[in-house]
């Protein structure tokens, strides 16, 4: 893999579908994955296969139809889990078994009453197993967060002596500061021998809202996978965004680091998912929210209306939108309402914009944004509409 290239791993249909009352049927899926596999994604994280018979089938059937992405399965670190991840796998052109186990010392203590050899030994055991099914092996730490750094290289060691060829460094928690993060990243870098036959990937939680930030530190610092969702949703606060990262290694070109994502997609699917989903896309959510585009400060519109990158870094047709929004409010200006009205047919002088706009800042006070048939109320009922429609 080049050395700039970064895998995107979608888990919209695994982690994001975690997300209580936003449950997906089998076809739901199939048609979500397939957008993921046009779009450019890598890796589709299509279920965890032993949780249900219903997710089960689901992945059996994405394994059917995505024609170039890797399909993978999830497991925990337990040989039947592994068995049924196979089986569902069977017909997929590129599986992938995702294997993994807790590593914190939280994790170690509570969730699993063992010790760190013990879970060294699952590791080895968890791994190896997969191997036999497929040649492509995820693991992940869970809690890699919190995870000792030390310990942690010890079990990305094992696992790539048992065969892995990605190692998930999950932030389970989304704790960690990005600066903490990114050092994580480069740590194992630097400590884990036979790293170069592995990938490292970015598993990162919006707990603390840094999940994005997160997974791009741990990019600059050597790791070539990032796990995210479209819109975000996933576990409590949801996982890395699909949309946010892309986009942030697509404008910061100095990183040399790209995706295989074809951005102008990007709006779709964030459609596709809200609406399969019935989960609310919160307005003023990064580059696919009603607002990312929008503009209603009058200072702000007059600068947008010049020229556009005053006050937008991405250009809404990279997304896939058809252009910005001015949102007439009693904040806007003169250039904003000039320019709305010119869009449904009124060429306005400045005399003319003078007296519009004083009756616009009365109508606009009285509500909270002004439509088209709003501006042409406006402009009829004033003094000069005969002067403006025979010009």
């Known amino acids: 893999m080049s050395n700039t290239k970064i895998e995107i791993f979608d888990t919209t249909l695994r982690d994001g579908e975690q997300v209580p009352g936003c449950k997906l049927d089998t076809k739901q899926k199939v048609i979500i994955a397939e957008q993921l596999d046009i779009s450019g994604v890598d890796i589709i994280e299509a279920g965890f296969p032993v949780s249900s018979p219903g997710d089960f089938k689901s992945v059996e059937a994405i394994a059917k139809k995505v024609k170039n992405a890797t399909v993978c399965g999830l497991t925990r670190a337990v040989e039947n889990d592994i068995k049924i991840a196979a089986e569902a796998l069977k017909h997929a052109k590129k599986p992938r078994i995702h294997t993994g186990i807790g590593t914190s010392d939280s994790h170690i203590k509570f969730k699993f009453?063992?010790?760190?050899?013990?879970?060294?030994?699952?590791?080895f055991q968890a791994v190896s197993y997969a191997k036999k099914f497929v040649e492509d092996v995820e693991f992940y730490a869970?809690?890699?967060?919190?995870?000792?750094?030390?310990?942690?290289?010890?079990v990305c060691e094992t696992a790539i002596k048992a065969g892995a060829t990605v190692l998930n460094i999950p932030d389970t928690t989304g704790y960690c500061l990005p600066s903490e993060y990114g050092a994580k990243i480069k740590y194992l870098m630097e400590h884990v021998k036979g790293i170069e036959k592995a990938i490292l990937s970015c598993h990162c939680h919006n707990d603390l809202g840094l999940a994005t930030a997160n997974s791009i530190q741990g990019v600059i610092n050597g790791a070539r996978q990032i796990e995210c969702t479209i819109?975000?949703?996933?576990e409590r606060a949801g996982n890395t965004a699909l949309e946010e990262v892309v986009m942030v290694l697509k404008q910061h070109q100095g990183l040399n680091l790209e995706t295989n994502i074809n951005a102008e997609m990007l709006y779709g699917l964030s459609q596709l998912v809200s609406e399969s989903m019935g989960i609310y896309t919160q307005p003023n959510k990064a580059i696919v929210g009603a607002n990312a585009f929008a503009h209603s400060s009058g200072i702000h519109q007059d600068g947008v209306i010049k020229n556009r990158e005053t006050y937008e870094i991405i250009n809404p047709e990279d997304i896939g939108l058809k252009g910005s929004q001015i949102v007439l409010t009693a904040r806007s200006g003169r250039a904003a309402l000039a320019y709305r009205a010119k869009n449904i047919g009124y060429e306005l002088t400045k005399l003319q914009l003078d007296t519009i706009y004083a009756r616009f800042l009365t109508f606009a006070d009285?509500?909270?944004?002004?439509?088209?048939?709003?501006?042409?109320?406006?402009?009829?009922?004033?003094?000069?509409?005969?002067?403006?429609?025979?010009?």
């Open 113 to 123: 009453n063992s010790n760190r050899e013990q879970i060294i030994k699952r590791v």
């Open 142 to 154: 869970e809690d890699a967060g919190r995870t000792d750094n030390h310990y942690l290289a010890r």
């Open 231 to 234: 819109n975000g949703i996933g």
């Open 366 to 391: 009285e509500r909270k944004e002004i439509n088209d048939s709003d501006i042409h109320q406006i402009i009829e009922a004033s003094s000069i509409y005969q002067q403006i429609i025979s010009a």
